[in-house]
């Protein structure tokens, strides 16, 4: 048993509710405990050496009260710790990462307009958060595209599978670690989408000659002999993992949102922080994977530099 929770976010809505489930399986395959914490933006408008009057304590939180009434009765469950918060939730929610071993969130919360499809917390704690963060959307959501080429997401054993990306330019082991994990603890296939892109794009200035034209099937041959090196340590580790792949031209995004249709998770990762950008920063694929994937998403942060 692991001694870090996995932390479900919630604030009363809907989509809050549903990553509750969702964090209550996790912690249950991980035999984990779970925490249940509701970040309150009371504070916010008052002096800051001074809670506001009428601010309820953690045991009569309303939408703490309302989960512990949704989970009463329940057998099975992991052990459960509820925690209230204070502040802004952009700022909070990242800062529960540094303790849990997995942060799951609504798509949208309370707060905002109803037609976006992330809202500012879910994507300010999937970038800044030290551990994984999982993202469950609204059921039903359209991605606009279609799986062909992706491929079923289903896989060898119970349960939908797994989906990953590979860059090969630039593998991230953290994220192939986690997508092999998850779908060892789910007893599912993992599929692993690796996108070269096509047609290449060439710029000539006036005069240049064309470069040779370039063979798609060797492209695609080296594509798939490199992610198949990428995977050679992390088949080793998890031989129960039945891991196929894909590799498909064009748009890495695009693949991954079609591939989420039936799929049991998305796994993507976050940049690394550069020396020229410190800040953090998820990158546009994950970002685009982020608002438009019909499953969960789990962005995971770039393992740490070696010394």
Do not use: K
């Not at 502040?87 to 798509?107: D, H, N, Y």
């Not at 470069?211 to 695609?220: F, G, L, N, R």
């Amino acid at each position: 048993m692991s001694t870090q929770p996995v932390v479900a976010a919630v604030d009363g809505s809907d989509d809050s509710l549903r990553a509750l489930e969702w964090a209550l399986d996790a912690a249950h395959r991980r035999e984990a405990p779970l925490r249940v914490a509701h970040v309150r933006q009371y504070a916010l408008w008052g002096r800051p050496d001074a809670a506001p009057a009428g601010l309820p304590a953690a045991e009569d939180d309303p939408v703490l009260g309302l989960v512990r009434g949704r989970l009463e009765g329940r057998t099975g469950l992991p052990a459960v710790d509820f925690v209230a918060l204070d502040g802004a939730p952009g700022a909070v929610l990242p800062e529960l990462g540094a303790t849990a071993q997995l942060l799951v969130l609504g798509s949208r919360g309370r707060g905002g307009f109803s037609s976006l499809l992330l809202g500012s917390n879910s994507l300010a704690a999937a970038r800044d958060a030290e551990c994984p963060v999982v993202v469950v959307p609204r059921p039903g959501r359209d991605t606009g595209t279609s799986a062909e080429g992706a491929g079923s997401a289903e896989g060898a054993g119970a349960g939908p599978g797994v989906v990953v990306g590979v860059n090969v330019d630039s593998p991230d082991e953290a994220t192939l670690a986690f997508a092999f994990r998850e779908a060892a603890l789910r007893g599912a296939g993992l599929r692993v989408l690796a996108a070269y892109p096509w047609p290449p794009q060439t710029w000539m200035l006036p005069g240049e000659v064309p470069a040779p034209q370039i063979d798609q099937s060797a492209v695609e041959h080296e594509t798939r002999v490199l992610a198949d090196g990428f995977l050679v340590p992390h088949r080793t580790r998890h031989p129960e993992v039945t891991a196929e792949i894909r590799v498909l031209p064009g748009d890495t995004a695009g693949h991954l949102v079609a591939a989420s249709e039936g799929a049991g998770l998305v796994v993507v990762g976050r940049h690394r922080r550069r020396l020229l950008a410190p800040a953090r920063m998820m990158g546009s694929v994950t970002q685009a994977v982020l608002l438009h994937a019909a499953s969960p998403v789990v962005v995971v942060p770039p393992a740490p530099p070696e010394e």
